[in-house]
């Protein structure tokens, strides 16, 4: 039987709580003996490796998350950190991993479960069933371009400079990622720029058409200028499949897209990187989009769900274990259509939980489902 090797870096705050919750999942499957199993490790990141060893993560921890199939995030930060050194600062240790592991492709999914729908900012008939997956580019753009700087000119004014630059093969490899998405999924892609107006945007639409050649016609492309999706997420959000996009565009559209869909609380993150060439195995960081919650942290109160469903994009994307991560969304749609919340999701007549009791009803489900 195939064995998955999954390194935990539960972080700080509630990221320690949500993660004890896909240890259960975990130990689930691992009692299953029809499905492939997980060796698991665990180190610290963020606060807890600085409190432990002086830096956000070390090299050993560097080491197992090289080595291992895939690393699941819990969160990083708090206030008991806000004075230690910049280099160390706790976000300091993702930043470390995203950088070192070359994870150069975002992937956030915005699904809204039907049971949610009435928490959506947007109308249910607009938001109930959706499912979209927008891939940011991650590494690259106008946030690591040469030069970024403010300068002083020789009258006294400032001048700031951030540079937005894309090579052929960041492009190329980010719009494969989207289409190879798009081929199990609804086979659409929308590649957002504004080529309009930059020239970077020029050339992502000339790179995402040629890559587009070899998915023809299976997959449709789109081009769409970045502000226009924008709107069109608010106006007809369900016309999408897979959005495609730059690390700048990335960032807003896809918080934008997130939040039609309720809660931090429910949002889950893949990161991947290149395949290997002889393997065609990714590297791969999985997380919830939220970060430690100081407020909740603790307290038993933080929703499981978000780092749940990131469980369950490392059993699709790094496992190809696509039947168990269907089980996975499945059992949250149970457990959500059962009226368990917790309190970030709370609406009248429900039943409020815990971390634990939520994480619990879900493999409950889980176990029903197969
Ligand atoms: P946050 O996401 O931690 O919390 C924002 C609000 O949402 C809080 O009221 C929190 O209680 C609530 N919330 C978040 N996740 C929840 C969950 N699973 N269940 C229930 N409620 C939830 O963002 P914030 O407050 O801006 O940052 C707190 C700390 O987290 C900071 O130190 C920040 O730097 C760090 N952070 C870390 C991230 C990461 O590790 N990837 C991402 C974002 C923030
Ligand atoms: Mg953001």
Known sequence: MTTHSLLLLPGDGIGVETIAEVERLIAFFNAKSNTARFHVERDLVGGAAYDAHGVAVTDEAMDKAQKADAVMFGAVGGPKWASVPYQHRPEAGLLRLRKDLDLFANLRPAICYPALADASSLKRELVEGLDIMIVRELTGGVYFGEPKEIVTLENGEKRAVDTQLYTTHEIERITKVAFDLAKKRRNLVHSAEKHNVMRTGV????????????????????????????????????????????????????????????????????????????????KALY????????????????????????????????????KEADLVDQAIAR????????????????????TSDMGKAVETELRALT
């Not at 789109?222 to 565009?249: G, S, W, Y």
């Not at 939220?290 to 749940?308: K, R, V, W």
């Not at 919340?341 to 939980?353: A, E, S």
């Open 335 to 354: 457990v959500l259509d059962k009226g368990l919340r917790t309190g970030d999701i709370m609406q009248p007549g429900m039943t409020k939980v815990g």
């Open 287 to 322: 997380e919830p989009v939220h970060g430690s919650a100081p407020d909740i942290a603790g307290q038993g109160l933080a929703n499981p769900i978000a780092t749940i469903a990131s469980f369950g994009m490392a059993l699709r994307y790094s496992f190809d274990m696509g």
């Open 203 to 282: 050339l992502w639409k000339q790179v995402t058409t040629d890559v587009h050649k070899s998915y023809a016609p299976d997959v449709k492309l789109e081009h769409i200028l970045a502000d226009n999706c924008a709107m069109q997420l608010i106006r007809n959000p369900k016309q999408f499949d897979v959005i495609v996009t730059d690390n700048l565009f990335g960032d807003v559209l896809s918080d934008e897209a997130a939040m039609m869909t309720g809660s931090l609380g429910m949002l889950p993150s893949a990161s991947l990187g290149a395949p290997d060439p002889k393997t065609g195995r990714r």
